[in-house]
């Protein structure tokens, strides 16, 4: 098989149950009045491969979280209505829905359909929704402002509405992502041209104090954003990751946080799809865009865990209920007993799922060196090459972090977990990795509440790159969401912690060297990361000092010779 034909097989069997939230639609069986053609159609054109689509008809907000957006988490793909509401703005609840729908980790596709003739309306809207969270937006307008000034000082005649006019070039980054670097180019050599070398040196000098260089983006399009009417970050604090990315027969294309996002015209004129075909499109813009192979494997992945998951606890039924329940009892009476056995459980279930993974052969794997000769990866590479992978370093780290951490939150009342990283208010010790095995982190009180830890301090993320598996370190972020290298030492030590409701959302009281300390939760990596770890500081642990006559002041790498008892000439390497 080809790439394009594995693509499609993934991306058909990915979207098997579909969502479509429309305030025209009408539901099936109901004697609503509404667009009967495009609901008779879109509902058809899913059925006709296989795919079950929900109608549901948008009325109110209170109604959508009351009865319809626990359905969310259930469905693989979103088909969202821009203009749910008659009141101005009319995208307000669709936004709202969006937002939700990006946070489900199960759902990885949504396809905005709309009857507005701009699409480019629609795409700065999310954007600028999703761009900036509310504390972002506050410290960049700031940082914008304090730019403007020192243009306006240090230019004569400077035109504040002339720059933004030129800041709005940043936009069309939205629409071409591919062209982001040139677009940044272009806006840098028309400012240069209009306002002199001056503006562009206050702009992108080195060692600017006003701003890092990886904000002046976010700075122009904040600018631009602003000028246009469309800043916006809704009730959401935090940034979440959108960026704008190309498909075939797909204008506007976004991956938020994960999530495809892509913006179809019901009808109309260039680029409308009508709901027969909306299937059809979504599908081959998925299989397309550029960049694609990682997300193929992901979701070729998870749509092995989720077949398999359907066999989960089929083999209980054989299991006698007395004897199971007895084996539950014997263990309710040890220690923690009942966390215990559901442990035991989930290990159990866990095995099921996963257990002939090792002998699957990913179809997406197999097809892997065609889709590096379709696009050209042997260019590529030679770019990474020559820039000795300066270029690639960042995206390195973030893919270390990605597949060596878990994605799991803590919920109260919690319990401390091998693996978990915790940033702390000590600089003696800023990191610290729980080392405790699982058994006596599910009963701490047979530990007394002792729990082991490594200690670990934050290293050039390019260093512990060069490292690579060699070392001994985690990629994590940190605060401010930027990947940072981690690297640990090797003397293990022990810390109390109470553990009576103990609640990882919040600081976690300790004491070290009769300081009283606190410990903030980061994240959790991956066992087998943290037991590498883990055997690296117990095995040092472990070490017996002697002491030996030596010269190792004469050491060298030269051959000493040296004789045999019998009398025979060897050579014999010098320790």
């Not at 003696?428 to 729990?451: A, V």
């Amino acid at each position: 098989m080809t790439f394009d034909e594995v693509a499609a097989e993934i991306v058909k069997n990915s979207i098997r149950t579909a969502y479509a939230i429309d305030d025209e639609i009408i539901e099936p069986y109901s004697d609503q009045t509404g667009d009967r053609k495009m609901s008779k159609e879109l509902y058809a054109s899913f059925q006709k491969v296989g795919c079950s689509l929900e109608l549901a008809r948008f009325t109110t907000k209170k109604k959508w979280d009351g009865e319809q957006k626990q359905n969310l988490g259930k469905k693989d793909l979103l088909i969202l209505d821009w203009e749910l509401s008659k009141s101005e703005p009319k995208y307000a609840n669709s936004l709202y829905i969006l937002h939700q729908a990006i946070q489900q980790p199960g759902l990885p596709f949504v396809c905005i359909y709309t009857h507005a003739p701009d699409l480019d309306v629609i795409a700065k809207n999310i954007f600028s929704y999703f761009w900036f969270g509310k504390e972002d937006k506050d410290s960049i307008e700031r940082k914008g402002n304090d730019l403007l000034s020192s243009l306006q000082e240090n230019i004569a005649d400077f035109d504040e509405d002339k720059f933004k006019e030129i800041a709005v070039k940043t936009l069309d980054i939205i629409k071409t992502p591919s062209r982001e670097k040139s677009i940044l180019k272009e806006i840098s050599t028309c400012i240069n041209e209009v306002f002199g070398k001056g503006a562009k040196e206050i702009i992108i000098s080195e060692g600017n104090t006003l701003f890092s260089m990886t904000e002046l983006k976010d700075i122009l399009i904040c600018f631009s954003l602003s000028s246009c009417g469309y800043l916006k970050s809704g009730k959401k604090t935090q940034r979440i990751d959108i960026f704008p990315i190309q498909a075939i027969g797909c204008q506007y294309s976004f991956l938020i946080d994960n999530a495809i996002v892509q913006i179809y015209k019901k009808i109309g004129p260039e680029g409308s799809v009508p709901p027969g075909k909306l299937y059809e499109h979504l599908s081959q813009a998925i299989c397309k865009r550029p960049h694609n192979f990682v997300s193929l494997l992901g979701l070729e992945f998870r749509n092995y865990f989720r077949d398999k998951a359907k066999n989960l606890g089929r083999e209980l039924n054989s299991i006698d209920e007395d004897a199971f329940l007895y084996h539950q009892e014997c263990i309710k009476k040890e220690t923690d007993g009942d966390d215990h056995f559901s442990f035991f459980m989930k290990d159990i279930w866990n095995s099921q799922v996963t257990g002939d993974w090792h002998g699957h052969s990913p179809k997406t794997l197999e097809v892997i060196e065609d889709y590096k000769a379709e696009h050209k990866f042997d260019e590529r590479l030679t770019a990474i090459i020559k820039t000795q992978g300066n270029d690639i370093s960042a995206p390195l780290a973030y893919l270390n972090k990605r597949y060596s951490m878990l994605r799991w939150e803590p919920t109260p009342p919690s319990s401390l977990r091998f693996g978990d990283i915790f940033k702390t208010s000590s600089p003696e010790i800023p990191y610290l990795l729980c080392i405790t095995s699982h058994c006596d982190c599910l009963r701490p009180k047979k530990i007394n509440d002792m729990f082991l830890f490594v200690a670990g301090k934050i290293i050039a993320t390019k260093n512990g790159l060069m490292t690579g598996d060699e070392g001994f370190q985690s990629f994590i972020r940190d605060d401010s969401s930027n990947v940072i290298c981690l690297a640990w030492e090797d003397k293990p030590f022990s810390l109390h912690i109470e553990t009576s409701n103990l609640n990882l959302l919040k600081p976690v009281k300790a004491k070290f060297k009769n300081e009283k300390i606190e410990l903030m939760y980061q994240c959790t990596q991956r066992e087998n990361y943290t037991q590498r770890i883990a055997n690296h500081a117990f095995g040092n642990a472990g070490r017996v000092g002697i002491t030996f006559a030596n010269l190792k002041e004469f050491k060298t790498k030269k051959p000493v010779p040296c004789k045999n008892p019998e009398g025979q000439k060897c050579m014999v390497k010098a320790p």
